[in-house]
């Protein structure tokens, strides 16, 4: 049985207990249509959905399975 806060909070330690996928910091580099956002990554630059986020360029992002799922920091001014 799993306990209700585990359930609350699926993703822990930086990696998500339901897909095994890790969580990483973006920068939103580019906003693009569709949802779609460029963002930068110490992998390199990709596209992925911000359909649940409301960024701006140069806000930080937790970014899972290729979906931005909360704002990490805001651009500063």
């Known amino acids: 049985m799993v306990a209700s806060s585990e359930m609350e909070r699926p993703c822990r330690d ?16 580019e906003l693009l249509n569709d949802d779609l956002a460029v963002l930068e990554t110490d992998q390199g ?13 140069g806000d930080a992002v937790l970014l899972h399975a290729k979906e931005a799922i ?8």
């Open 14 to 29: 930086d990696v998500c207990l339901t897909c095994s996928d890790q969580v990483v910091v973006a920068r939103v580099i």
């Open 45 to 57: 630059v990709e596209v992925a959905s911000t359909a649940l986020v409301d960024v701006g360029v």
């Open 70 to 77: 909360a704002v990490a920091s805001r651009r500063a001014g």
